[in-house]
């Protein structure tokens, strides 16, 4: 079976009981300000995902790893805005990708309410960061990601509240916050494993 037949085959599933749902809108009612994220998955037989390390410099979320992403602009799609966000930061062609679909959608701290898009894309592809957004770009072994023994719990103090999260440590490389957790519903979802 493909990568992308596997892929669309747990996604039909139907979802798990226990999946993240992220935080709650902090200190009011205001709506949350849409975002997509491109989950590339690479077609291999050791598939891995694309991601990206933001540059240390930038006012949200600084350095921190995350997928190809942004918001979601008026009058496009979740799926048009993750291929156009992840041909902006890494110069991945949108015809370059095979479109899964959507996942669960995650509310983050900062007010962003994001939608996952899964897309199966070709291993070794000559893509090039974006300086003005990313520092570094690389691909972690999905299966490694999707392990829950790799998927740590953790605890700190933000704003003045305590907050769980989950961190995933690959190569030396911190991925935690949204990212992580959408990499959690993921892996229940897709029961990789």
């Not at 995902?49 to 540059?55: I, N, Y």
């Not at 966000?85 to 996942?103: F, I, Q, T, Y």
């Amino acid at each position: 079976m493909s990568l992308f037949d596997r892929l669309s085959r747990s996604l039909a599933l139907d979802g798990p009981a226990e999946l993240l749902v992220g935080d709650l809108l902090e200190g009011g009612e205001d709506p949350l300000r849409e975002a997509a994220v491109l989950v590339a998955i690479t077609d291999r037989a050791e598939p891995g995902v694309l991601l990206t390390e933001r540059r240390a410099d930038l006012r949200d979320h600084a350095g921190q790893i995350a997928f190809p992403g942004g918001r979601v602009d008026d009058g496009e799609t979740a799926p048009q805005a993750a291929l156009r966000e992840a041909w902006e930061e890494l110069g991945l062609d949108p015809k370059s990708v095979r479109l899964v679909g959507e996942v669960d959608h995650y509310r983050t701290v900062t007010g962003f309410g994001v939608t996952p898009v899964i897309g199966v894309v070709p291993p070794d592809l000559a893509l090039s960061a974006n300086p003005a957004e990313v520092a570094d770009w690389f691909e972690a072994p999905l299966g490694f990601l999707l392990d829950p023994a790799n998927q740590l719990r953790r605890t700190a103090r933000f704003r003045g509240a305590e907050r769980n999260y989950f961190e995933i440590i690959w190569n030396g490389r911190q991925i935690w916050g949204a990212t992580a957790a959408m990499l959690v519903n993921l892996a229940r979802r897709l029961r990789w494993n």
